[in-house]
């Protein structure tokens, strides 16, 4: 809880502001974040949690921004939303209240961004937002989320809370549970969610695993023992890596009979902060903004499922539990392995569909600075572009020791033609 406070108080400082401006979704965004951390969501509900309300303050301000594109009748089942009948409507106002109605929806700790919205009308009346503007763009953006909470709603989410649990198979290359909690498979049935650009989750299919094999003249084995052999160079560059780039929103730290939990931003949710930091450095205007965030979050979204889906077809096993087997009965690896089969690597799908997303969307040149983790004592990171950042993303898992090569560099492919994908299916221009 500390910890969460301390983000809080970060974002907050962060972006602060005396009066309300366009970054208003930015403000938003750190609010879900700072609530998605407190109610622990898992990373692929994380993507989840943050689309639906993107989606939301997207399309209204298709309704203020006539050379937006609705992804309404693009996505898959979303229906045109309501148009607003009271000519007081401000349509900023508005896409602020649909996105933080959605995300109340969505987690657990809605009072947290009641009292942030609360915030928010505070700043916005001293903007020059009259009383009677603010209640009817409330009003509007009332009609607006149950629009898109009656969409999300049969996105299969649901559904997926009330299937068995997963159920170990009987082979020695599949995934079993690892140190130090030995969890159950974590969401072994989101490849059945809805996708919102193809009606099946697998539209995007990895290059296939290497053949499994103890033989130490295999390649797989030979994949193995690099890994191992890094982890004992402690090289201080990947060690730095390895735990910037960990974003594991719920950490085990074990130490003796003691057992504690660290949270931190999630995969997605270091996405889109990288997102909101682009937005203030390239200095995006309003409509410029929702529609990176919208389709940013999007990539996110879809890179799970596409990546979760050839996680629990080819169930590979993780390094930790192959070295100890084989190669080395103590080792560990230098950050937790989490409770999922090894390939594709979450991290590297996700991390190239994003980056693909904002190359495609921002303007150049592509340097950056990514602050997000300044909230951990971890310094910022400079990168050439944010591909290069989306590489580093993925071989930090190699330096953490939970992904081989093969599942960094197949799944870095794999998160580029997802993003491919959706730009081919939904235009926001």
Known sequence: MKKNLLVIVWLVLNHISVKADHHYLNRAHDALIAVVMEDIFTPP????????????????????????????????????????????????????????????????????????????????LVSGVTPAQ????????????????????????????????????????????????????????WPLMRSMVSDKSNYVRAIPNIAYSEDKSSEYYNNAMKLYTNSLRKDSAHIKTAIYWDDNPNTAVVNGHLTYFIHKISPPGHWLCITSQQTYAKKLSEDQIAELFAMVSISLYEGFI?????????????????????????????????????????????????????????????????????????????????????????????YGGIHYMPALDNGNKQGKEVTAYILSRLHTR
């Open 45 to 124: 509900v994380a993507s989840r949690v943050h689309v639906y309300p993107f989606v939301a303050a997207y399309e209204v301000l298709t309704h203020k921004y006539k050379h937006l594109k609705p992804l309404a009748g693009q996505i898959s089942h979303l229906k045109t939303i309501p148009k607003p009948t009271d000519p007081l409507v401000n349509y900023s106002v508005a896409a602020q209240y649909a996105f933080i109605k959605v995300a109340q929806k969505l987690v657990y700790s809605e009072h947290l961004l009641g009292e942030f919205q609360e915030k928010e009308n505070k700043l916005w």
């Open 134 to 189: 603010l209640k009817a763009s409330e009003q509007y953006a009332s009609q607006v989320a149950t629009h898109i909470i009656e969409w999300l709603s049969a996105d299969n989410y649901t559904y997926t809370r009330t299937l068995e649990r997963y159920v170990l198979a009987d082979s020695t290359g599949a995934w079993v549970p690892t140190a130090p909690e030995y969890m159950n498979a974590l969401e072994p049935n």
């Open 306 to 398: 596409s990546c979760w889906a050839e996680k629990y077809i080819s169930n590979a096993v993780r390094p930790e539990t192959y070295i100890n087997r084989l190669i080395d009965s103590k080792w560990l690896p230098l950050i937790e392995t989490p409770p999922f089969p090894e390939y594709t690597s979450g991290h590297s799908v996700i991390s190239a569909a994003a980056a693909s997303m904002l190359t495609h969307y921002m303007p150049t040149p592509h340097r950056f600075t990514d602050s997000t983790q300044m909230y951990l004592s971890l310094p910022p990171r400079s990168f050439s572009s944010y591909l290069a950042a989306a590489d580093e993303a993925s071989v930090s898992r190699f």
